[in-house]
């Protein structure tokens, strides 16, 4: 029987990989779908792993530019941050690995499709989800969620089967993609607990402070310091190296799962956050005060159905279609200020720039109206409270 595995090299897919060959016999096919965050190195080193362990092939799938097509950018429109802290980067990026893991397994003509996901967690839920809807003829197998298996009986087996690694490095499992590294460790599993300094992939390594400005065309991000990389997966990439050393985004997590049970999780997103945040005054400088509100409304359903493996549901697709059309006027630079563990947004400047004086200074001067306007205004604008006042006889 052929398997295709969704391989990343840690603990749960070598497992499942040595149990699937060993103990079921079957023909096991790895793959990793990169959304970005891994050097050439570790991929290579990734595929090595896989056919040690006795894979029949390993191939790396790159789906960084479909990610970004199709979910970055509206993330970024529509500025998205789950609870209002987490950029939904591992999240986000599952619906797009199971897509291409399983658009694999049918071109090779597998009859089988594995994941290493526990069942105590989200993953779970996107990867079947996923794989059902679109291959239902696809049996899915989940070696570590079905045999209830612990890290250490885990080790153990890869133990038993001559597999000896430094499992040591793995006390914290870390997810690294190009809109941010999700960690979680045995700090994560409590409630008043902090990851330490060393669990964190990008140490603090600068200090001072450094400016740099974003500028962003129709909402998207189309230079950092004046350079365009060549692309928006690139220029990304390029901000995260500017940023990274800085030890900015980081921050932990804590949400309802899919399963219905409360989640924590740390992660490090200096990108993404730098990203969004320019972005999201930019747009407090160009668009009105009901775009704005709608588009929070909406940029949060849209971060949720990602979070919980919906991006297929058709409305996500009109959502879409409303953030991208608000972002028509959001042109123009953003300044901001990195400094260790944080960055500050010094201003913008826009040719769209609704501070326009020609109308008026806040708290300055108007040229627009005058003070009798004001009076009148406001008058009309007071008549609904005067009127349930004085029909209810109200003191205060």
Same mark, same amino acid.
């Not at 990304?236 to 980081?250: F, T």
């Not at 300044?335 to 913008?348: E, K, M, S, T």
């Given at each position: 029987?052929?398997?295709?595995?969704? +391989?990343?090299?840690?603990?749960?897919?070598?497992?499942?990989?040595?149990?699937?060959?060993?103990?079921?016999?079957?023909?096991?096919?790895?793959?990793?779908?990169?959304?970005?965050?891994?050097?050439?190195?570790?991929?290579?080193?990734?595929?090595?792993?896989?056919?040690?362990?006795?894979?029949?092939?390993?191939?790396?799938i790159d789906i960084t530019g479909e990610y970004y097509e199709k979910c970055i950018k509206y993330m970024i429109f529509g500025n998205v941050l789950r609870n209002k802290t987490y950029p939904v980067s591992v999240s986000s990026e599952r619906a797009f690995q199971a897509l291409a893991i399983i658009r694999y397994a049918k071109e090779i003509g597998a009859t089988h499709v594995a994941h290493g996901s526990t069942g105590a967690g989200n993953d779970q839920v996107r990867f079947d989800l996923c794989f059902s809807v679109i291959a239902p003829e696809i049996t899915i197998l989940t070696p570590t969620r079905? /045999?209830?298996?612990?890290?250490?009986?885990?080790?153990?087996?890869?133990?038993?089967?001559?597999?000896?690694?430094?499992?040591?490095?793995?006390?914290?499992?870390?997810?690294?993609?190009?809109?941010?590294?999700?960690?979680?460790?045995?700090?994560?599993?409590?409630?008043?607990?902090?990851?330490?300094?060393?669990?964190?992939?990008?140490? /603090?390594?600068?200090?001072?402070?450094?400016?740099?400005?974003?500028?962003?065309?129709?909402?998207? /991000? #189309?230079?950092?310091?004046?350079?365009? !990389?060549?692309?928006?997966? !690139?220029?990304?990439?390029?901000?995260?190296?500017? $940023?990274?050393?800085?030890?900015?985004?980081?921050?932990?997590?804590?949400?309802?799962?899919?399963?219905?049970?409360?989640?924590?999780?740390?992660?490090? !997103? $200096? !990108?993404?956050?730098?990203?969004?945040?320019?972005?999201?005054?930019?747009?407090?400088?160009?668009?009105?005060?009901?775009?704005?509100?709608?588009?929070?409304? /909406?940029?949060?359903? +849209?971060?949720?159905?990602?979070?919980?493996?919906?991006?297929?549901?058709?409305?996500?697709?009109?959502?879409?279609?409303?953030?991208?059309?608000?972002?028509?006027?959001?042109?123009?630079?953003?300044?901001?200020?990195?400094?260790?563990?944080?960055?500050?947004?010094?201003?913008?400047?826009?040719?769209?720039?609704?501070?326009?004086?020609?109308?008026?200074?806040?708290?300055?001067?108007?040229?627009?109206?005058?003070?009798?306007?004001?009076?009148?205004?406001?008058?009309?604008?007071?008549?609904?409270?005067?009127?349930?006042? #004085?029909?209810?006889?109200?003191?205060?």
């Amino acid at each position: 029987m052929k398997v295709v595995l969704a +391989y990343s090299g840690g603990l749960d897919t070598s497992y499942c990989l040595k149990y699937l060959s060993d103990e079921k016999g079957m023909e096991v096919y790895t793959a990793l779908a990169n959304t970005g965050g891994f050097s050439r190195d570790e991929l290579e080193a990734i595929e090595q792993k896989a056919i040690e362990l006795g894979a029949k092939k390993h191939v790396t799938i790159d789906i960084t530019g479909e990610y970004y097509e199709k979910c970055i950018k509206y993330m970024i429109f529509g500025n998205v941050l789950r609870n209002k802290t987490y950029p939904v980067s591992v999240s986000s990026e599952r619906a797009f690995q199971a897509l291409a893991i399983i658009r694999y397994a049918k071109e090779i003509g597998a009859t089988h499709v594995a994941h290493g996901s526990t069942g105590a967690g989200n993953d779970q839920v996107r990867f079947d989800l996923c794989f059902s809807v679109i291959a239902p003829e696809i049996t899915i197998l989940t070696p570590t969620r079905d /045999l209830h298996l612990s890290r250490e009986e885990e080790i153990d087996y890869l133990r038993s089967k001559g597999v000896h690694r430094d499992w040591s490095r793995m006390a914290y499992s870390i997810n690294k993609g190009i809109w941010g590294t999700s960690i979680g460790g045995k700090e994560t599993l409590t409630s008043d607990r902090s990851l330490p300094e060393s669990a964190y992939p990008s140490p /603090l390594q600068r200090d001072g402070s450094e400016e740099i400005t974003l500028a962003f065309e129709r909402g998207e /991000l #189309a230079r950092v310091n004046g350079e365009t !990389a060549g692309s928006k997966i !690139a220029l990304i990439s390029r901000l995260e190296e500017i $940023a990274a050393p800085w030890a900015i985004g980081r921050d932990t997590h804590v949400g309802d799962t899919i399963v219905g049970i409360k989640g924590r999780v740390g992660f490090e !997103a $200096a !990108a993404p956050l730098i990203i969004i945040k320019a972005h999201e005054l930019l747009e407090k400088h160009t668009l009105t005060k009901w775009q704005n509100y709608w588009k929070e409304q /909406l940029g949060n359903w +849209y971060g949720m159905f990602l979070h919980e493996a919906m991006h297929g549901e058709p409305v996500m697709r009109d959502i879409e279609k409303f953030l991208e059309h608000g972002q028509r006027y959001v042109t123009g630079e953003a300044r901001v200020r990195l400094r260790p563990y944080h960055f500050d947004l010094l201003g913008i400047r826009s040719p769209h720039d609704l501070m326009n004086a020609t109308f008026a200074q806040y708290g300055e001067s108007n040229n627009a109206w005058s003070a009798d306007d004001v009076k009148g205004f406001t008058r009309i604008l007071s008549m609904p409270l005067r009127v349930h006042r #004085a029909v209810n006889n109200e003191e205060e």
